[in-house]
């Protein structure tokens, strides 16, 4: 099965839900927090940089309970700006 490309909104969503990871974590080190959410330093790495715009529910959901996010929160600082 193919998967479809991911559009440039897919790609901001990324980078939005990255960037909030990334203030999230603060001054803990990426080692840790991926430890910690059982990740590696390169996926949190990619996921915060957009590398990976579309990362699972779980490794989210592992993240977000890691830096004390809520999934709502994060759904509503990465949900589509443009709806309305």
Sequence with gaps: ??????SEL???????L???????RGD????EVAAAAGLSPETLRKIE???IPTPAFFTIAALGAT??????????????????
């Design 28 to 31: 803990r080190s990426m080692p």
């Design 10 to 16: 897919d790609h901001e969503r990324g980078h939005r």
């Design 49 to 51: 940089t957009g590398r």
């Design 1 to 6: 099965m193919v998967r479809p490309s991911l």
């Design 18 to 24: 990255g960037h909030l990871l990334r203030q999230a």
């Design 67 to 84: 830096l004390g996010i809520s999934l709502d929160v994060l759904a509503q600082a990465c949900a589509d700006q443009h709806a309305a």
